[in-house]
């Protein structure tokens, strides 16, 4: 393993180095950059189907301020939606192509103002008529195909063991069906562009977790080259999968921009986001599960139903929850899709897992109780030595001593077993548990860094940071590796003039960048310890505050630097064959507290205790943020959140963040958050594993399996809003 890795930075609970702009307003997000933009607003359709018959914008044009009105009529030529690529994230999101619409609130018109109030009071006078269409909407078992595969790179069915022998031989089974609403990742940052062109040079300040395949969209939307495309998007309030592509805010900027020869600026509003950003799209689920009376699981089958975008594939697997989990002798499971009229559905934070943790979780909890031992007996004695899924061996699991830690950190022993049997005058209370597993994934990337005479380092990729502490933890890396003061570190990201990376998603950001980075400081402690006379490994230097020194010999960075003109390395990381033989995951348990109103049924989260592991932690303050981040969206999940469609227009009516409930700081309890440090190195060089959405996976289980302990009833139509328990 590294053991260059002493800990004297990496793993500090380092405050962010982006801490002091973010707080003082002086970090520069998408908006805000000082150019000199007209402003570009969105007007949407409001059918999810058909074409457009009339578009009337001479009212619009003459309003005061008017520069244009972009429409299908005279847009800049882009192509069409879906041309270029199969990658979702890099093919054309041409818009005002044609007159097709394909969902409700797609952008028929934008209108450019000199003011923000100037463009959207106009866009109120563009009229549009429609040749309106049928639209398929919702979820349509029998109107159902196969996937073409499963987020998490997961196939659309599984046939594991023999799924229809194991049942039989079951004693005990469960047969559930779960539906889990529409959901929207609602970061605090709306999306949102600046475009300026020059000449055939297109520049885009936007906010994007995956600055290359973005490049490549807008190649492939302007039918430009890439060269001739820079994209930045330094500073990110927030992504959860919803800007790991671009959107029509950053198309629409581009065509606007080109129209007039001059920057435009669109930022969507909250209310254009439910419909125009990526959102969790609603799933039916059926989950069977089997078991002898000793315990034993034998049998698992797990299939899904939702809908895709026209166009546009993707389908979130929530049977990624049961790949990984628990022994058994038959893992079988469909992913099946559709194709609707609904806004685009996408990657949202921990996608599968976020909902399997929810389902899945409550299906074992049911099946345990039917076999009377209790839940977390019951996932000790199913816990597996290989992957059910796959057959093949984990490269790390450590499953079982979190579930033990958490139990006695928590006191799970003294659990009623009895539902519905603990009262604190009105209220009843309850306690659940389950696990969390993610799979820990990496990408490939690169990095620069430059160290200058005078000892600045300068670390330099496209990877981004959407507020989890990139910026940070690289800082903390170079420091380390090279014994520099972070202070002497200046990290220069999303730019997609810099070596490129995969970027922020599917929680590989850290590993993926942080191991390209720690693959050129290598490089560069190799050719300062030749330059200051080392012939010796370089690893057998101890490279601390300024000095390399083995041995008796200690030679300053100082004295190699000063007649130079500064060293310089690149680093390259890609997943190499442990990615492919281990199955590689990220583990963790929760157990949680819940008390319920008898009388309102008003539910209460009151007590977490989640103890995770997820490799070397980088920085225990950052990682605590993000795993407490992922315990919130768990409680939103399960008792909060619901997007509603109308299902004449394929419009949501709870369009805002008054009406879509999110968890606010009231629902969130004391959250005891535990690492179990376990480096591993079949990850990558720096033992890490993916952490951001981990905890969110299973924390909604935890939840509705205490909710069920305290009311004695289970609710499979989530969220458990307190009408569902009444
Ligand atoms: Mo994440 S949902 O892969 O940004």
Redesign the pocket.
Known sequence: MNDIIKGKWIGKPLDRVDGPLKVSGAATYAAEHDIDAAIGFIVEATIAKGTIASIETANAEAAKGVIAVLTHENAPKMAPWGDGADDRFEQSHGVLVDGTIRHYGQPVALVIAETLEQARHAASLVAVTYDEQAPALGVDRADSELAEGLDGGFEPTNRRGDFDQAWAESDLTVDLNYTTPHMIPAAMEPHSAIAEWDGERLTVRNSL?VIASGVACLANTFGIDEENIRVLSPYIGG???SK?GQHYDTILAAAGAKKLNRPVKVVQTRRNLFHAGPHRARIEQRIRLGATRDGTLKAVNFETWSTQAIGYFYTEGPMASAASAYRCDALHWTGKTRQANETLND?????GEALGGVTFEAAIDELAEKVGMDPLEFRLKNEPTEDPASGKPFATRDLVECMKRGADEFGWADRPKEPRSRREGRKLIGYGMASAIRGNMMQEGSCRIDLSAGGHLTVKMDMTDIGTGTYTILTQIAAEALGLHPDDITVDLADSDNPATAG????FGAGTSGSALWNACIALREKLATAGGFNIDPDEIDFDEGTMQAGDRAVALADVLKDSDGFSAEGNIKPGEEHEDYVQNSYGAHFCEVAVDMDSCEIEVRRFVSVFSAGRILNRKTAHSQCLGGLVWGIGGAIREELWMDERTGGYVNRDLAEYHVAVNRDVPKCDIIFLENPDPKSNPIGTKGIG?LALCGAGGAIVNAIYNATGKRVYDLPVTLDKLL
Do not use: I, N, T, W
Not at 347 to 351: L, Y
Not at 504 to 507: A, E, K, L
């Open positions: 977790q992504g959860f999968g790991l990657s949202m934070r921990a996608p922020s998603g599917g929680s959405e």
